[in-house]
């Protein structure tokens, strides 16, 4: 099998949910929208599993914004970027990966200025081989095309196996699968395993324990 990693990124490399609660506070304080605004804002977002053009198309109305949609849209994806951390155990875990020789990648559903942003503000970009960017792509996960383009740009193809490692069942478990790869479940302490989709190959608390069942894999 050759060594390539290939990990999600939002809720998996980056606390996606931590940073948009920090941006979700400045917006509604910025545009004094309220006690309990941001709370809505939070329950509505579900954690990313709402798109986003509906989430602000939303907020949009219950707040009876003047801006259109792409406009509020647009500000967030250059605003959530530099709210966005990658825990140094993480970038460090990354950091030993290479240094054993694996390649990393990056492979995430977004639009290709949020998703980037968030790469090179958290010292992502740094620390892996490559990445495909959905909205950059045409192609979404769990398809796993996306997959097979940033297994290339780290310079592999997924006849040769590998793992991906992400907190989404369907999109990076299944997707994972799909690609031909071995796959390591992120649960975050949040969510049960849906009972309708086939468990994934590991179940873990986050990347650096993700990291140490993929090493002492060989």
């Excluded at 506070?25 to 599993?49: C, I, K, P, Q």
């Excluded at 198309?57 to 959530?80: D, Q, T």
Aim: one cysteine or more.
């Amino acid at each position: 099998m050759q060594r390539l990693v290939l990990f999600d990124l939002d809720n998996t490399l980056v606390d996606r949910l931590d940073a948009f609660r920090r941006w979700v506070t400045e917006f509604t304080d910025r545009r004094g929208l309220g006690d309990g605004a941001a709370e809505w804002m939070v329950r509505l977002d579900d954690d990313g599993s709402l798109p986003m053009d509906v989430f602000f198309g939303r907020v949009r109305e219950r707040f009876s914004l003047p801006e259109p949609v792409e406009e509020l849209w647009a500000e967030y994806r250059s605003e959530l970027p530099r709210l966005v951390v990658c825990r140094e155990p993480v970038l460090r875990a990354l950091e030993g990966l290479r240094d054993a020789g694996w390649r990393i990648g990056v492979v995430t559903n977004g639009m290709e200025d949020n998703q980037l942003g968030k790469i090179r503000r958290s010292g992502l970009a740094e620390r892996v081989d490559g990445w495909a960017i959905s909205g950059a792509e045409g192609v979404r996960k769990p398809d796993a095309r996306l997959f097979e383009i940033a297994a290339e740009r780290c310079g592999f193809g997924l006849g040769g196996g590998g793992w991906v490692v992400g907190d989404d069942p369907v999109n990076d478990v299944v997707g994972g699968r799909a690609a031909g790869m071995r796959t390591v479940w992120v649960d975050r302490g949040v969510a049960a395993w849906p009972a309708d989709v086939e468990a994934p190959g590991h179940v873990v608390a986050d990347v650096e324990a993700a990291v140490e069942v993929i090493t002492a894999s060989g």
